[in-house]
């Protein structure tokens, strides 16, 4: 299983971004497809999950409103359209796969991408 996450950068406050996670070597319907993010000196944490078998999706609060996870079954890719973002999104953005029937936690995950960095400067 490889998951290969991209789009990361350097963006002012405000300003959007798009992740993407393509994902093989897994049954992709069969995951829930999530990001989690680790901010410099803190936990990693959940950020948003694209539910499988199924359009939901879960969002943490403090990026609900500004964040939209969405899932491409035919691509095998899972995006993250980032907007308004703000200083403290700064963090290394993980996508994962899971089949848990929860999904906010790290351990409901068994498939890790390498992680991509967005900065926000302000």
């Known amino acids: 299983v490889q998951l290969q996450a991209s789009g990361g950068g350097l963006v002012q406050a405000g300003a959007s971004l798009r992740l993407s996670c393509a994902a093989s070597?897994?049954?992709?319907?069969?995951?829930?497809m999530g990001w989690f993010r680790r901010a410099p000196g803190k936990e990693r944490e959940f950020v948003a999950t694209?539910?499988?078998?199924?359009?939901?999706?879960n969002y943490a609060d403090s990026v609900k409103g500004r964040f939209t996870i969405s899932r491409d079954n035919d691509q095998n890719t899972v995006y993250l359209q980032m907007s308004s973002l703000r200083p403290e999104d700064t963090a290394v953005y993980y996508c994962?796969?899971?089949?848990?029937?929860?999904?906010?936690?790290?351990?409901?995950?068994?498939?890790w991408g390498q992680g991509t960095l967005v900065t926000v400067s302000s």
């Open positions: 694209a539910r499988r078998w199924s359009s939901k999706t």
């Open positions: 994962a796969a899971g089949q848990n029937n929860g999904f906010e936690l790290t351990v409901d995950y068994g498939y």
């Open positions: 070597g897994l049954a992709f319907t069969n995951y829930n």
